[in-house]
């Protein structure tokens, strides 16, 4: 007796809430993809003239140099097309297509083209530019890691940019009384994980909504932060006046061409961010530490059941993040700056949130989204040091134009841990 066969008209399975806004994003990412590639095509019809002529230190700044000659017209065609060619595969495939990889393959490319187009045949030492990206993408990274542990373990922590400004304001006074510059971030981390310890405090036993309880050290910390520096780092600039971090060249590893002075001759701060991005995103994905935080802000009912302590993971997520954060805050004033000055983090917490998001709640992405925010600076820096006619005030607001695109899910949408900034009361 043979099985019989199935019925030919089977209704097809409908799909979910969820898999049809992530089709719906793909679709609007692969519209901006493929009128990015249009765009790119039509400026490279009027760039195929321009040479553009890149230089790279080979073992050290000012030294013998490594020049890249090519055409600007060349690169934005090579732009335009792997960002057509990702728009089309998003159209086609929907949300089984990686956009970020697309757009990593891509933006090389368009930064190249649009840095040859506003050189006009000048040539450029990316040499610093490089190394200045690195170097400015530092607090970004290192406030996007805190702000993805504490989320990762279920809390909202939209505190970084007071926390940079905490940092900033005690390391230099901490410095600057010592007389030694390690004592500065050592006291920032100590005052970030104070800070995290009352937030926590506040968001689990009190119950203060965490978004409320962030916002609140954000204006606290730039009130204090305003009447330390007004009423007395002014009236006593030897509490201001700390040593700086200087850059070290690290043996044998800064002697290799090219890549020695940009990665092996930065300060101490870049290659903390650099271990820190490592061992995060092995803590992280590969470590008991890991699962039961990742457990704790996406489903804390069912990890607490298996014997996890969802609050003490919690409470201790977020002093780490406030260490993290602010010894961030003291490269402003230690190395940055060289003093602390009112207001100086200048949104960049906001934007580590931002490059958080951009990076998808994973360390490798986020270093990389810092990466985008500090090259704008750098650029600012080439461009007015070369005399680029382009107003300052452009370059100045890219990394914050960016931070609006991404918070407002132009690039498509993320999807976060699932508790995050919910409360969970543990019996």
């Given at each position: 007796?043979?099985?019989?066969?199935?019925?030919?008209?089977?209704?097809?399975?409908?799909?979910?809430?969820?898999?049809?806004?992530?089709?719906?994003?793909?679709?609007?990412?692969?519209?901006?993809?493929?009128?990015?590639?249009?765009?790119?095509?039509?400026?490279?019809?009027?760039?195929?003239?321009?040479?553009?002529?890149?230089?790279?230190?080979?073992?050290?700044?000012?030294?013998?140099?490594?020049?890249?000659?090519?055409?600007?017209?060349?690169?934005?065609?090579?732009?335009?097309?792997?960002?057509?060619?990702?728009?089309?595969?998003?159209?086609?495939?929907?949300?089984?297509?990686?956009?970020?990889?697309?757009?990593?393959?891509?933006?090389?490319?368009?930064?190249?083209?649009?840095?040859?187009?506003?050189?006009?045949?000048?040539?450029?030492?990316?040499?610093?530019?490089?190394?200045?990206?690195?170097?400015?993408?530092?607090p970004i990274a290192m406030g996007a890691f805190a702000a993805m542990i504490c989320e990762r373990s279920g809390m909202l922590n939209i505190a970084i940019e007071g926390k940079f400004l905490l940092g900033a304001c005690v390391a230099s006074i901490a410095a600057?009384?010592?007389?030694?510059?390690?004592?500065?971030?050592?006291?920032?981390?100590?005052?970030?994980?104070?800070?995290?310890?009352?937030?926590?405090?506040?968001?689990?036993?009190?119950?203060?909504?965490?978004?409320?309880?962030?916002?609140?050290?954000?204006?606290?910390?730039?009130?204090?932060?305003?009447?330390?520096?007004?009423?007395?780092?002014?009236?006593?600039?030897?509490?201001?006046?700390?040593?700086?971090?200087?850059?070290?060249?690290?043996?044998?590893?800064?002697?290799?061409?090219?890549?020695?002075?940009?990665?092996?001759?930065?300060?101490?701060?870049?290659?903390?961010?650099?271990?820190?991005?490592?061992?995060?995103?092995?803590?992280?994905?590969?470590?008991?530490?890991?699962?039961?935080?990742?457990?704790?802000?996406?489903?804390?009912?069912?990890?607490?059941?298996?014997?996890?302590d969802v609050i003490k993971i919690r409470y201790r997520a977020m002093m780490l993040a406030g260490a993290l954060a602010g010894f961030a805050g003291s490269y402003l004033s230690l190395h940055s700056a060289g003093s602390f000055q009112i207001n100086m983090s200048?949104?960049?917490?906001?934007?580590?949130?931002?490059?958080?998001?951009?990076?998808?709640?994973?360390?490798?992405?986020?270093?990389?989204?810092?990466?985008?925010?500090?090259?704008?600076?750098?650029?600012?820096?080439?461009?007015?040091?070369?005399?680029?006619?382009?107003?300052?005030?452009?370059?100045?607001?890219?990394?914050?134009?960016?931070?609006?695109?991404?918070?407002?899910?132009?690039?498509?949408?993320?999807?976060?841990?699932a508790m995050a900034g919910q409360p969970y009361e543990q019996s």
């Amino acid at each position: 007796m043979t099985a019989s066969a199935a019925p030919a008209n089977v209704a097809p399975v409908a799909l979910s809430e969820g898999h049809r806004r992530a089709q719906r994003a793909a679709r609007i990412r692969g519209v901006i993809f493929a009128a990015l590639g249009v765009m790119g095509l039509s400026f490279a019809s009027g760039t195929m003239s321009h040479d553009v002529t890149f230089r790279f230190w080979l073992q050290q700044q000012g030294g013998d140099a490594w020049e890249f000659h090519a055409m600007a017209g060349v690169i934005w065609i090579i732009a335009a097309l792997i960002t057509g060619i990702g728009g089309i595969l998003q159209l086609w495939r929907g949300a089984s297509v990686s956009w970020r990889r697309w757009m990593a393959l891509a933006m090389p490319f368009w930064i190249a083209a649009i840095i040859g187009t506003l050189l006009a045949g000048k040539p450029a030492v990316l040499t610093n530019l490089f190394a200045g990206s690195l170097e400015y993408a530092f607090p970004i990274a290192m406030g996007a890691f805190a702000a993805m542990i504490c989320e990762r373990s279920g809390m909202l922590n939209i505190a970084i940019e007071g926390k940079f400004l905490l940092g900033a304001c005690v390391a230099s006074i901490a410095a600057s009384v010592t007389g030694l510059v390690i004592v500065g971030p050592i006291v920032a981390a100590l005052v970030g994980v104070g800070v995290g310890w009352l937030m926590t405090w506040l968001a689990i036993r009190h119950r203060v909504d965490q978004i409320i309880v962030g916002t609140v050290v954000n204006f606290g910390a730039l009130g204090v932060t305003n009447f330390m520096y007004l009423r007395v780092l002014q009236l006593n600039t030897n509490l201001n006046t700390p040593p700086t971090v200087e850059a070290i060249k690290i043996p044998l590893l800064s002697d290799i061409p090219v890549l020695g002075p940009i990665l092996f001759s930065g300060t101490p701060y870049l290659y903390l961010a650099l271990v820190t991005m490592v061992v995060l995103t092995y803590m992280l994905f590969r470590t008991r530490w890991g699962l039961r935080l990742r457990a704790s802000g996406e489903y804390p009912q069912a990890a607490g059941t298996v014997g996890v302590d969802v609050i003490k993971i919690r409470y201790r997520a977020m002093m780490l993040a406030g260490a993290l954060a602010g010894f961030a805050g003291s490269y402003l004033s230690l190395h940055s700056a060289g003093s602390f000055q009112i207001n100086m983090s200048a949104g960049k917490g906001f934007i580590a949130i931002a490059a958080m998001i951009f990076g998808g709640w994973n360390p490798i992405g986020a270093f990389g989204a810092a990466l985008v925010f500090g090259f704008s600076d750098a650029t600012q820096t080439l461009l007015s040091s070369l005399g680029v006619d382009v107003p300052p005030q452009i370059l100045t607001s890219v990394p914050y134009l960016v931070t609006i695109v991404v918070v407002a899910g132009l690039v498509g949408r993320v999807r976060g841990p699932a508790m995050a900034g919910q409360p969970y009361e543990q019996s």
